[in-house]
């Protein structure tokens, strides 16, 4: 029987302005282009081409339907709550599969995804990586085999795989997490969208693609996966070509393989691995960890 699987797309709705006050970025490049004047709430000009971009990935790629989709930046309609309700509601309905993603701000010290407080301005309110994986956790309908899948293209999003992680450990549920940068570093916006989106969808349309090995990571091992794309999006393009993106996506996921020894850490609730991609990589200060956590025993 074919999997059934549901998701939910997020823009942010926050603003910028008060990044100093509560630590909110995602960095804006694309050769410095300046953001279009004027703009209400989210001043990410990239958030809505993301969605639309990852829209059409889903549904006329994947097949995989779009149950609840935030692409505006009004307060009324894109806000904490409302998004928080999306996400319930896709976990309650018992697919196998749900995906998340996110486009937009990241909250300094945790990865918080970032809207605007509704009848405010300047106020942000946030969702928590423990907040959203807390609401898996108590989904109805719950049972062996269901798999979660996050990707968030936001700056601090490494939190993300921290928190899926320790959540991995803790519970042995099924949770891929697909980050745009690490815990202390921004993702990049640009007019036309997120670098690490545009790179993540295009690299997935190949032979050996993003989307290929996210799959790959099933029962019976819990899995996390987290690639750099912020940094190494911005390299593949100057590189060029989705055969450079390959090669990029599958030394992601190098710690497959039985030859992998660097980073190897022994822990009480069972062993991960993380591997540093080969020398043109790294010369770029682009890496790519991967994580696996070992199911508990039902």
């Known amino acids: 029987m074919a999997r059934t699987a549901t998701s939910v797309l997020i823009a942010s709705s926050a603003a910028d302005g008060s990044a100093g006050q509560q630590g909110i970025s995602r960095r804006i490049g694309g050769g410095g282009a300046a953001q279009p004047p004027n703009t209400k709430a989210g001043n990410l000009s990239g958030t809505i081409s993301d969605v639309a971009l990852m829209y059409r990935f889903l549904t006329q790629k994947l097949g995989v339907p779009v149950q609840k989709m935030f692409a505006d930046v009004d307060t009324a309609s894109t806000n904490r709550a409302l998004v928080m309700t999306a996400i319930r509601a896709a976990f309650d309905k018992g697919c196998d599969d749900v995906l998340l993603y996110y486009s937009g701000h990241g909250k300094q010290g945790d990865g918080a995804w970032c809207f605007e407080a509704p009848g405010s301005v300047g106020i942000n309110e946030f969702v928590t990586p423990q907040e959203v994986l807390g609401a ?37 549920e099924l949770i891929i997490v ?26 997935s349309h190949g032979p050996v693609s993003n989307w290929m090995l996210l799959n790959r990571l099933t029962h019976p091992v819990s899995a996390v996966a987290f690639l750099a794309g912020g940094v190494a999006g911005a390299f593949l393009a100057k590189a060029g070509g989705v055969a450079g993106g390959v090669a990029l996506v599958w030394s992601a996921f190098a710690a497959f393989t ?41």
């Open 136 to 172: 898996w956790r108590g989904r109805a309908s719950k049972r062996a085999g269901q798999k979660l899948i996050i990707i968030s293209d936001s700056c601090h999003s490494g939190w993300w795989v921290e928190a899926a992680v320790a959540e991995g450990q803790q519970t042995g």
């Open 178 to 203: 697909q980050a745009a940068c690490g815990v202390s570093e921004q993702s990049e916006d640009t007019p036309d969208g997120g670098v690490f989106t545009k790179i993540f969808v295009k690299m």
């Open 258 to 298: 039985p030859t992998c020894t660097e980073g190897a850490v022994e822990r009480s609730t069972g062993r991960w691995f993380s591997t540093v991609g080969p020398s043109y990589m790294t010369t770029t200060n682009s890496w790519s960890w991967l994580w696996l956590v070992p199911e508990r025993p039902s």
